[in-house]
T-cell receptor, first 120, second 110 residues
Framework: GAVVSQHPSWVICKSGTSVKIECRSL??????MFWYRQFPKQSLMLMAT?????????EQGVEKDKFLINHASLTLSTLTVTSAHPEDSSFYIC????????????????FGSGTRLTVV | TQLLEQSPQFLSIQEGENLTVYCNSS?????LQWYRQEPGEGPVLLVT?????EVKKLKRLTFQFGDARKDSSLHITAAQPGDTGLYLC??????????FGTGTRLKVLA
């Protein structure tokens, strides 16, 4: 089956530094990837939709200058948290969408295992 | 923007009890997925429902899609501690987005 690899699984960084999280589709090409943020005991909130070769589409309230998304190839999207602060500490999850009509019905969305970011 | 409301938000029950989790929307779903997520991991797909009135069973889990495709339910029979987790409904929103419900945290006590 389709596999999405997300790295790192956890990271601790100092306040003011930047952190990059990678999301790779291992055995399929993903023209669209999604980035979610999840606070403890809460659901996944969509941050942005990443399209290969074009700018990401950010959800309302998400700072695009703080959360830089790059989708340079059909198998890789990266999320960079710039000038991280303790309030950016969260669980970040990516998802890759396989193409085809099934995607319109919710099929073919594969999720990474998440990245726990702690900013100290 | 389509919103998915889940209820209850939190449920703590004894092993062997039954429970139902609901997912509701103001809009019609094209389809709906149910997931279970454990701490520190990504969500794992349980089922997809597409047709109004559809009922699917997965061992002790029964999923139902409302006739009008605006609501869905997940019923667990004889819950076990291994069922503990965050249950999420999800759906496509528009052509390219995928969104999740507000989530239901289930804790099954031995």
């Amino acid at each position: 089956g389709a596999v999405v690899s997300q790295h790192p699984s956890w990271v601790i960084c100092k306040s003011g530094t930047s952190v990059k999280i990678e999301c790779r589709s291992l055995d399929f090409q993903a023209t669209t990837m999604f980035w979610y943020r999840q606070f403890p005991k809460q659901s996944l909130m969509l941050m942005a939709t990443s399209n290969e070769g074009s700018k990401a589409t950010y959800e309302q309230g998400v700072e695009k200058d703080k959360f830089l998304i790059n989708h340079a190839s059909l198998t890789l999207s990266t999320l960079t948290v710039t000038s991280a602060h303790p309030e950016d500490s969260s669980f970040y999850i990516c998802s890759a969408k396989q193409g085809g009509r099934g995607a319109l019905l919710g099929y073919g969305y594969t999720f990474g295992s998440g990245t726990r970011l702690t900013v100290v | 923007t389509q919103l998915l409301e889940q209820s209850p938000q939190f449920l703590s029950i004894q092993e062997g009890e039954n429970l139902t989790v609901y997912c509701n929307s103001s809009s019609v779903f094209s389809s709906l997925q149910w997931y279970r997520q454990e701490p520190g991991e990504g969500p794992v797909l349980l089922v997809t429902v597409v047709t109004g009135g559809e009922v699917k069973k997965l061992k002790r889990l029964t999923f139902q899609f409302g006739d009008a495709r605006k609501d869905s339910s997940l019923h667990i029979t004889a819950a076990q501690p291994g069922d503990t987790g965050l249950y999420l409904c999800g759906t496509t929103s528009g052509t390219y987005k995928y969104i999740f419900g507000t989530g239901t945290r289930l804790k099954v006590l031995a």
